[in-house]
């Protein structure tokens, strides 16, 4: 469900690059405030510097290439999702696959703090489904 979900949201990304865009930046403008007036003195300026790279680098090609990456990874994933509902190894191999795939794509597509902020964010509750899927690999032929 995840994999389809995220394909449709993905896709939309990808129809809109130019509005995604804009609400990402308005939301991490709306973070790096409340960010900032929670820091401290040192903190300050990493801060200010992470979220002015983000910010600037929240493109319309940015969005479309984060969205391409993620649309690869979502078909991996429902792929790999599929082979392991019939009990395939291989489709757990492949989901781990998709999950380095969904990490230094962006990292070497998009670069920078929103190389490293999309990737984070792709992967999060991925990791958590491959240790749910790997405690179950036993039963896979």
């Known amino acids: 469900m995840s994999a389809v979900s ?21 939301t991490f403008e709306i973070v790096r405030e409340n ?35 993620m649309l690869v990874f979502e078909s991996i994933s429902l792929f790999a999702a ?6 395939e190894k291989r489709g757990f191999y492949l989901y781990l696959a998709g999950i380095a795939v969904a990490f230094l794509a962006p ?10 902020i999309t990737a984070a964010s792709s992967i999060f509750l991925s990791v958590f489904m491959a240790i749910f899927y790997a405690i179950n690999f036993k039963y896979l032929q």
């Open 6 to 26: 995220g394909l449709w949201s993905q896709s939309e990304r990808l129809w809109n690059p130019g509005i995604t865009a804009d609400k990402t930046r308005e």
């Open 82 to 87: 599929y082979l392991m509902y019939n009990l």
């Open 35 to 69: 960010v900032e007036a929670q820091a401290n003195g040192a903190d300050t300026k990493v801060v200010q510097e992470m979220f002015a790279s983000v910010i600037e680098n929240t493109t319309v090609e940015t969005i479309t290439t984060s969205a391409i990456i």
């Open 107 to 116: 990292i070497v597509l998009i670069g920078g703090w929103l190389g490293f």
